[in-house]
């Protein structure tokens, strides 16, 4: 065999000869980590018996959190171990409920998101079962407990000191697959999530601009990168969430009439949203030709990916230090707070929140209810009138 090749942190491979695999050569990985201050290599497998880059990957990622936490096997061959047990027990379960929960993963779930959600989905739904659920990969989903959830996958991230919507993110995942899989009939009762328990607290983020403050973000942003200060332009004058705005295509923009459509949103639930005069003026300068499938809001190469918008806007309130002496996340400001600001500024100059939680696409209007603290006259009004309401009465 040949010399090793890197694959990635941790991964090596070297290839077979003369023995092939999908008409390319077979490769044999291997696994090579510092564990106690020394050097470990373990052999994980072929290619045609199964072996892949993302497959080590998953099993690194296992170890690396086992070694940091020093729960659980700390080496392959202590993983593959604990999963042969694993195996073993369920070979006992009945046949309905043997499918591993990476196993509905892989021949259902994952092809039922590539057809109803956005790719980004199946990325974090793939990073869940290479992360905390890696341990109940391997397990019958039939047989995962509630205990195990809370011994296996919440206890470790509690003390890796992950916050609270993080951790309720996977096990979120975990619920919904399970869920998927009890609508299929292949498992039954209750849902492990159901009863199991883990921090709690509200993790809302109410952070919104002053109309100064808002002023300084929009110039700073403007002479730092124009696609982000008009990305940002939308979110302020138009409620729009990040993933929105860079989905808007021509056809969505309707400038006589001043309307945008927003379709298929985080929530499904396509909605209106209209167009001020600073939104006018910045789609007109942007528009000049462009055909209805091209997207609104493009970069100077032709793309301008979420990831290069949020850098461009932290580097930009770090520097005007919007930020500074703030160690509440809750209380810092995002690209997610032009949207609350968005809101607050409605709420204030006396829209009703059944208005502002139309505008902002929200199901439901307990979500809006964070701003009604922002409109304290309207409150102060309505109780006022009730001044001299006993006024002879009873005469």
């Not at 694959?7 to 008409?23: D, F, L, M, N, P």
């Not at 011994?151 to 509690?158: D, E, G, K, L, T």
């Not at 970069?299 to 461009?312: A, L, N, R, Y």
């Amino acid at each position: 065999m040949g010399v090793w090749h890197y694959a990635g942190r941790c991964i090596r491979y070297r290839e077979h000869k003369t023995r092939k695999h999908s008409q390319k050569p077979d490769r044999y990985w291997c696994l090579k980590f510092r564990l106690d201050g020394r050097d470990m290599t373990e052999a994980v497998g072929w290619w045609s018996e199964g072996v892949s880059k993302a497959k080590c990957a998953e099993i690194m990622a296992v170890l690396r959190r086992n070694q940091r936490t020093g729960q659980g096997p700390r080496t392959w061959r202590e993983l593959k171990a604990t999963q042969e047990a694993s195996t073993g027990e369920a070979k006992e379960a009945p046949e309905k409920g043997g499918l591993t929960l990476a196993e509905f993963w892989e021949k259902e779930d994952r092809h039922r998101l590539r057809l109803t959600a956005r790719p980004s989905a199946v990325y974090r739904g793939q990073s869940c079962l290479r992360t905390w659920l890696a341990p109940l990969a391997d397990r019958p989903l039939a047989g995962i407990t509630t205990a195990d959830l809370e011994s296996m996958v919440i206890r470790p991230m509690v003390e890796a000191g992950k916050s609270s919507p993080y951790i309720e993110s996977i096990i979120g995942f975990f619920s919904a697959l399970w869920s998927a899989a009890r609508r299929l009939d292949l498992v039954s009762g209750q849902n492990p999530k159901s009863k199991a328990r883990y921090p709690k607290t509200d993790n809302k983020r109410d952070r919104f601009l002053s109309r100064a403050e808002a002023l300084r973000l929009l110039t700073s942003l403007k002479r730092r990168s124009l696609v982000t200060h008009d990305v940002a332009l939308l979110s302020l004058f138009c409620g729009l969430r990040r993933a929105e705005i860079l989905a808007l295509t021509w056809a969505d923009i309707d400038l006589e009439n001043g309307v945008i459509f927003i379709k298929d949103p985080k929530n499904k639930y396509n909605r209106h949203a209209f167009i001020t005069e600073e939104v006018r003026e910045m789609l007109a300068r942007r528009q000049s030709g462009q055909a209805k499938t091209e997207k609104v809001l493009v970069g100077v190469k032709g793309g301008h990916s979420s990831v290069i918008i949020s850098h461009e806007f932290i580097a930009c309130v770090k520097e005007l230090g919007f930020n500074e002496g703030i160690t509440d996340r809750r209380q810092k400001l995002v690209f997610h707070s032009l949207r609350h600001t968005f809101a607050s500024w409605l709420v204030q100059k006396g829209q009703p929140l059944y208005t502002v939680s139309k505008l902002l696409g929200h199901r439901n209007i307990r979500w809006t209810e964070r701003y009604a603290h922002l409109d304290p006259e309207t409150q102060k009004a309505a109780t006022q009138d009730l001044e001299g309401i006993l006024s002879g009465f009873g005469k």
